[in-house]
């Protein structure tokens, strides 16, 4: 098993219907009342793709994706197109909080916030696209490769030097969802010579 560093098609992605998704457990009491609780930290993405299938060279593009991720045994890069930067409008160094430095930290998470009035919920972001990203101490915006960098595969951001202690680190960036495949088996209908369908993807 490993993950592959490759983005599905993007051109298939954009007609894809999806979304995150929780795991919320509901009791009722003998009360009338309900306890919840949620069983994930983090929330998770589904998707499918077979929407954004047009003609039979999607289906062909699509196939040979399958095939080289071996259906479920290789994850891989999902554009969502929904929620795929830290800005849905052009990305800015000051997008996202990242938090303080302390002088002596240089790694930090990437990470994008939800909300704010009630209880506001911070994701981790993993696969940065990393020329997107732009980072901000104070204000100031800092040049990419020499003052930080960042690791696509984690969204580890590291400072040439530790920020100073109770500096304001921001960031901004685009992003894709780690996935895989949910099944080992791509059922397809050819419904016409020049084009085809994929019920589910």
Partial sequence: MAFHHIRFPINIAMGARGGPQWSTDIVSLVSGA??????????????????????????RQILSFFEE??????????????????????VTP??????????????????KHYGGAFDPYAR???????????????GSELAAGA???????????????????????????????PVRFDTDNLDVELSRCDAGLIPSI
């Fill in 124 to 138: 981790q972001i993993k696969k940065p696209v990393a020329a997107s990203v732009r980072v901000a101490v104070n």
């Fill in 34 to 59: 309900e306890e919840r609780n949620t069983r994930w930290a983090q929330s998770r993405r589904n998707y499918n793709a077979g929407y954004g299938v047009k003609s039979a060279a999607d289906m």
């Fill in 69 to 90: 991720r071996r259906g479920r045994f290789h994850g891989f890069l999902f554009r969502d197109p929904l929620d795929h930067s830290s800005n849905q409008e052009s």
């Fill in 147 to 177: 003052d930080f960098t960042v690791d696509e595969t984690t969204g580890i951001l590291s400072f040439a030097s530790a920020p100073t202690s109770g500096a304001s680190l921001t960031a901004g960036f685009e992003f894709d969802v």
């Fill in 94 to 111: 000051y997008d996202q909080d990242l938090g303080f430095g302390d002088g002596s930290q240089t790694d930090f998470q990437l990470i």
